[in-house]
């Protein structure tokens, strides 16, 4: 049986996870931990086969008051936890990362290609305290540490918060669409949490660009 702690207990994608593993209650033990506060830092990660990250602020501001926060949970909290995981002996951190590392999206129109090549370019301060964890959070890697990071699109599914719902109503109760080629990949959370299930079983470290097969578009 593996031994899983979840980080920001009551997130979208923590829950969801939590839920998708509850499909094998004889091959994993699921803890979730609120990093709300402080306390957090006195619960020990020794035992845990993999901490899965995923507390933190998930949606863009443009609100510049919000900056330091930002850096203080996307990249602070983010690089400690995971610095606790390592140094308590945990086996395998899952970092969630984001796509939005990438930048914006390019002209309606344009196809923008992301591939393990492509440079990260962070388009406001929520992608970059996002790159700045991903990046810190790597170096972590070692013979006895491994870093699993997670790039993923725009996630959606039930319950989803963000702009997806908001992009389903206006499908809906628009008269008119826009008919152009702006294809944008996405994940279904399910999907996402059986890519992220798979990697802690086989303890695979490395970057990770988990995407649905098919493409969205409003054509």
């Given at each position: 049986m593996k031994n899983i702690l979840i980080t920001g207990a009551g997130s979208y994608v923590g829950t969801s996870f939590e839920k998708w593993l509850s499909q094998w209650p004889d091959k994993y033990h699921v803890d979730t931990i609120d990093m709300i506060d402080g306390t957090w830092r006195e619960k020990s990660f020794k035992g845990y086969d993999a901490v899965f990250h995923v507390a933190?602020?998930?949606?863009?501001?443009?609100d510049p008051s919000k900056k330091d926060l930002y850096y203080r949970i996307n990249r602070d909290l983010?690089?400690?936890?995971a610095q606790k995981a390592k140094a308590d002996g945990a086996r395998q951190f899952v970092f969630m990362s984001s796509m939005i590392i990438y930048g914006a999206d390019d002209p309606v129109g344009k196809e923008k290609i992301i591939t393990k090549d492509t440079k990260?370019?962070?388009?406001d301060f929520y992608g970059d305290s996002k790159l700045h964890a991903d990046l810190a959070i790597q170096k972590l890697a070692d013979d006895n540490f491994i870093?699993?990071?997670?790039r993923p699109p725009v996630i959606y599914g039930p319950g989803c918060k963000g702009n997806f719902p908001k992009l389903l109503k206006l499908a809906k109760y628009a008269?008119?669409?826009p008919a152009i080629d702006n294809r944008r990949s996405m994940i279904y959370i399910?999907?996402?949490?059986?890519c992220v299930r798979q990697i802690i079983d086989a303890a695979r470290g490395?970057?990770?660009?988990?995407?649905?097969?098919?493409?969205?578009s409003t054509k």
């Open positions: 933190g602020i998930a949606h863009v501001s443009a983010a690089i400690e936890t990260p370019a962070p388009a870093v699993s990071i997670m008269f008119i669409f399910d999907n996402f949490c059986e490395g970057i990770f660009f988990p995407q649905n097969e098919e493409y969205v």
